[in-house]
């Protein structure tokens, strides 16, 4: 305690430029340098080319102000690929958030195999999303696919639709892949914090006659709520941004039917060299990210201080 009363009567000046002070600046230089470079940087000149018109450089010509938002505000598609990735989002997460805490009740159960059942739970996660996306394209194939040979053979539908040719079922499609991958994610958390609730709980529930939808809803969903709501929250930053998912499978067709943000924005700044109009988009999808982890932070400490 006395040291760190002395410690506080040091001039701020002095501690913040002191031979050791000076020594752990130069260590961390490096990885200041590489942060400013490599992230900091682009932001900021993102920002700053959704205020600019740009040529096919990407260099700034001239300043634009709010002209660039509003020619974006004012354009309908914008609107419908906004609404779609919102859509995209909600429906997404919100599946894979209930068939995950499903898969992970199933693998919190007791029974012979179990460990096997999880590492293989696990592989869509732990594959590589282009290797997952691809191999799904082959699955969707109207002619060669596995599942419309599938609903042939079975006879369940004797003319199944071009999935990733026709818009409602490429984007339905695409929603599936990208649940399929992230289930085993959501699954393996949810696990997690059903693993470390005590079984004394459980055993004194059913003392009391309690049964298991009970349990469920009284002692297993409030004891992980808070990683549910930080699982959720994770997922929905990478479904919002899951560039691979679509442009593997359809590259945003047919005609734009299940373009989002993300792959909007890639076509406007790589395909057709419109800078000004993807910075735009890349500074929506920031702030509606932003917006979407200040609330999640909100209620996640509301529910601590409710605690």
């Not at 042939?152 to 071009?162: D, F, H, I, V, Y």
């Not at 349990?215 to 899951?242: E, M, Q």
Request: glycine share 6%.
């Amino acid at each position: 305690m006395r040291d760190f009363r002395a410690a506080a009567t040091i001039p701020l000046r002095q501690r913040l430029w002191n031979p050791e002070a000076r020594l752990a600046y130069l260590l961390l230089a490096p990885a200041v340098i590489l942060l400013l470079g490599f992230m900091i940087y682009p932001v900021v000149y993102v920002f700053l080319i959704s205020l600019f018109r740009t040529n096919k450089l990407a260099q700034l010509k001239e300043f634009a102000g709010l002209k660039n938002f509003v020619y974006q505000f004012t354009d309908k598609e914008f609107w419908q690929i906004t609404a779609r990735s919102l859509y995209w989002t909600a429906i997404a997460v919100a599946v894979k958030a209930v068939l995950g805490m499903i898969v992970a009740l199933l693998l919190n159960v007791k029974y012979a195999g179990r460990k096997v059942a999880r590492m293989l739970f696990i592989v869509p996660w732990a594959s590589a999303v282009p290797i997952s996306s691809i191999l799904w394209r082959w699955v969707y194939h109207p002619e060669y696919g596995l599942l419309n040979a599938t609903l042939k053979a079975t006879g369940l539908w004797a003319n199944p639709p071009t999935w990733l040719g026709m818009p409602l079922p490429a984007f339905t499609a695409c929603i599936w892949v990208d649940i399929w991958i992230g289930i085993p994610f959501m699954a393996l958390v949810f696990l997690a914090g059903m693993q470390a609730i005590s079984e004394d709980l459980y055993e004194s529930a059913s003392l009391d006659g309690v049964n298991g939808l009970q349990k469920f809803f009284y002692i297993t969903l409030p004891g992980i709520r808070h990683l549910v709501l930080i699982a959720t929250l994770l997922s929905c930053l990478w479904t919002f941004n899951d560039f691979n998912t679509i442009y593997i499978l359809t590259r945003g067709g047919p005609a734009g039917a299940t373009d989002i943000l993300i792959t909007k924005l890639y076509k406007n700044a790589f395909e057709f060299l419109k800078f000004s109009p993807a910075a735009v988009m890349a500074v929506v999808t920031f702030f509606i990210l932003t917006g979407l982890a200040i609330a999640y932070a909100r209620i996640y400490f509301r529910q601590e201080q409710g605690q």
